[in-house]
């Protein structure tokens, strides 16, 4: 068997059609059908991946992503029916690695699935510990501190910092950030990109902030 997926989802029709292409692919797949089902499947076994309905019973999908971060990193992938910017940012904000909207193709699934997984192999085989100034990294407990006091971000805050830490002196674009932080294709707007580097200098202390500088018409750089 190769990677295995833990599907949240209580469409039958839906579930059955993308459990049937998941192992068709040879992915393992254990399905559920409840939000608080799904939070307990994956408190108590592993999983490479977890596809996560938002509309769902008892729990809905945001909130148990939200959960499943306090106790995992695994990738989490969201599925909704709803196409608004504002679900797409909540999904995220609660620790979501990416998101697909209904009625999608198998192949985007597919291709979704192969980028969560690329970017969660990358980031365990990195260095533990970056460092960029007085901004210190430790990616192996998630931890990030500025002059050694701690500074509480989102997943994707905290994303987003260490890929411009690994990319610093090196001016990347919007366009790159948002393939290498959300792994999203062409379908996501590049100003969400912007928001959450106001985010991300709001959070960080005054002068750790200025670390993160604009570079007018490209993108954005943290220049030593």
Not at 2 to 26: M, P, Q, Y
Not at 62 to 79: A, D, N
Not at 147 to 171: A, G, I, P, S
């Amino acid at each position: 068997m190769g990677s295995r997926v833990l599907l949240v989802e209580d469409e039958k029709n839906i579930a059955r059609f993308i459990e049937l292409e998941l192992r068709h692919e040879n992915f393992e797949v254990v399905h559920v059908v409840s939000g608080r089902e799904g939070l307990e499947v994956a408190k108590t076994h592993e999983f490479d991946v977890v596809l996560l309905d938002v509309m769902l019973p008892e729990l809905n999908g945001i909130e148990v992503c939200r959960r499943i971060r306090s106790f995992s990193q695994v990738p989490v992938l969201l599925i909704t029916a709803r196409d608004a910017v504002i679900d797409r940012v909540a999904g995220l904000d609660a620790g979501a690695d990416d998101y697909i909207v209904k009625p999608f193709a198998i192949e985007e699934l597919l291709a979704r699935i192969r980028s969560v997984l690329r970017r969660s192999s990358n980031a365990n085989h990195m260095n533990a510990r970056l460092q960029f100034k007085d901004i210190i990294v430790d990616t192996d407990a998630h931890i990030v501190e500025v002059n050694t006091q701690n500074v509480e971000l989102t997943k994707t805050e905290y994303d987003l910092l260490v890929y411009l830490m690994q990319q610093k002196n090196r001016v990347v674009s919007r366009d790159l950030i948002l393939e290498n932080v959300w792994g999203y294709l062409a379908d996501i707007e590049t100003n969400v990109v912007d928001v959450y580097i106001r985010h991300l200098r709001a959070k960080l202390p005054k002068l750790a902030s200025s670390y993160i500088e604009t570079v007018r018409g490209v993108g954005y750089v943290m220049r030593e």
